[in-house]
């Protein structure tokens, strides 16, 4: 009955749904092409959400940033600590605990290491500009240069199957059929990418709230502790 009718046929089952309708239209492009749109739409948001697990070499660091192009906030965690992260513009401070403090000093701090640390506990302590520590903890809060490594595939590009996360109809970027990592990139609205699987299992990291505004509000005075040009060179 269905025969020689084009509405009796996609009823019947005789004709497939197109998964790119009502999309962005980014499916149905090539990966290269893909992936300029993707870095396009990430470059030109105003702030994003980075959560997730990054392997570094021997490191494993958990990231949960929010990032605006003025600066960031949030929290990074790694096996043996976890430690908060504001910068606003060029004005960077890192609260954490008497562990973390007194652990800057050495693997095995002195009594007198531990005893200093005990005052930053809970304390916003500034990081100079011109500290050497200045640049290790800003790049977490950095947008562009954090996104510019994470976003990062390796091998060959070839484009993976639709799918979804939370809602959102996705398309998969694999670089290396997988092995140089994938990304699942949004199908609604900006083409935004929305999870990386890093290559060699270096950890997986969401992206969220692409655009949102983000609130950077300077800490109380009360709860800073500012050393002035050199981190810790007081007590």
């Not at 499916?27 to 990430?42: E, M």
């Not at 600590?81 to 890192?94: A, H, K, N, P, Q």
């Not at 490594?149 to 997988?178: K, N, Q, V």
């Amino acid at each position: 009955m269905c025969a020689g009718l084009a509405l009796a046929l996609a009823a019947c089952g005789g004709a497939e749904e197109d998964p790119d309708a009502g999309t962005n239209g980014v499916g149905k492009l090539t990966p290269a092409k893909i992936r300029k749109k993707t870095l396009a739409a990430a470059d030109g948001a105003g702030s994003v959400h980075v959560s997730g697990k990054l392997v570094s070499g021997r490191s494993t660091y958990e990231l949960d940033m929010q990032l605006a192009q003025n600066g960031g906030k949030g929290t990074v965690s790694t096996k043996d600590t976890t430690f908060s992260l504001l910068r606003i513009d060029r004005s960077l401070w890192v609260k954490a605990d008497t562990d973390f403090w007194a652990h800057q000093k050495g693997s095995s701090p002195s009594k007198s290491d531990t005893a200093a640390a005990a005052k930053l506990d809970g304390k916003y302590v500034k990081v100079p500009y011109e500290d050497r520590t200045y640049k290790q903890f800003s790049g977490f809060t950095e947008k562009d240069p954090l996104l510019d490594t994470l976003l990062t595939l390796h091998g060959g590009l070839s484009r993976g199957a639709h799918g979804s996360l939370d809602g959102t109809r996705t398309i998969r970027l694999a670089a290396a059929r997988g092995n140089g990592g994938t990304l699942d990139v949004s199908l609604e609205g900006e083409p935004y990418p929305l999870r990386l699987q890093r290559a060699g299992g270096a950890g997986v990291v969401t992206f969220e709230d692409w655009g949102e505004h983000i609130e950077l509000e300077r800490p109380d005075d009360d709860k800073v502790v500012d050393y002035g040009e050199s981190l810790g060179s007081g007590n």
